[in-house]
């Protein structure tokens, strides 16, 4: 079954714990991306990536961190995590950067305290 | 800069047509989607529309004027599982290849 998965899907964390959230797509999807969502702000772009190796900012990238070693994973990494990045996380997966269709896996909720 | 704009509420009854506005502002405009959210799930992606006019797929349609800035995404004959979120989003070349979505449109449908 093709899908977007995530890891873990709920979190609670303290002040300046580290943690990682993982993203892995079976798609063979080139373009993945990491989005947060708060109530009454949409979907913000937090970081994207077009392949292996490249990736770039989007609208919210302060006190995230990235990495795309392989295909099929993207890691999301908080260095220090603070109690503003509490949040509902998603990961998304498209083709390729020209395609517009976009997976999303099933969603991280993230409480920092 | 990049913003999208759309009604932040809609309520409509079962069976009938509702119609949820997006006006955007880019730079770098590449193509306007929808995706539809519930409650405590994932976004799905509904339509896509890369140039001006109507896209249809079953009971949803998506419109866009590029000229304008602006499309739409229209629902008939509504049912009850409609209800959810919608949101727009574009495509942005402007510095690389950027998602911008909306702040999504509540749908609320009464039977």
């Known amino acids: 079954e093709a899908q977007v998965t995530q890891n873990p899907r709920y979190l609670i964390t303290v002040t300046g714990k580290k943690l990682t959230v993982t993203c892995s797509q079976n798609?063979?999807?080139?373009?993945m991306s990491w989005y947060r969502q708060d109530p009454g702000l949409g979907l913000r772009q937090i970081y994207y990536s077009m392949n292996v190796e490249v990736t770039d900012k989007g609208d919210v990238p302060e006190g995230y961190k990235v990495s795309r070693k392989e295909k099929r994973n993207f890691p999301l990494i908080l260095e220090s995590p603070s109690p503003n990045q509490t949040s509902l996380y998603f990961c998304?997966?498209?083709?390729?950067?020209?395609?517009?269709?976009?997976?999303f896996g099933p969603g991280t909720r993230l409480t920092v305290t | 800069g990049q913003s999208l704009e759309q009604p932040s509420e809609v309520t409509a009854v079962e069976g009938a047509i509702v119609q949820i506005n997006c006006t955007y502002q880019t730079s770098g405009f590449y193509g306007l989607s929808w995706y539809q959210q519930h409650d405590g799930g994932a976004p799905t992606f509904l339509s896509y529309?890369?140039?001006?006019g109507l896209e249809e797929t079953g009971r949803f349609s998506s419109f866009l004027s590029r000229s304008d800035s602006y499309g739409y995404l229209l629902l008939q004959e509504l049912q009850m599982k409609d209800s959810a979120s919608y949101f727009c989003?574009?495509?942005?070349?402007?510095?690389?290849?950027?998602?911008?979505f909306g702040a999504g449109t509540r749908l609320f449908v009464k039977a």
């Open positions: 989003a574009v495509r942005d070349r402007t510095g690389g290849f950027k998602t911008i």
């Open positions: 529309n890369g140039l001006d």
């Open positions: 998304a997966s498209r083709m390729d950067r020209g395609n517009y269709e976009q997976y």
């Open positions: 798609m063979n999807h080139e373009y």
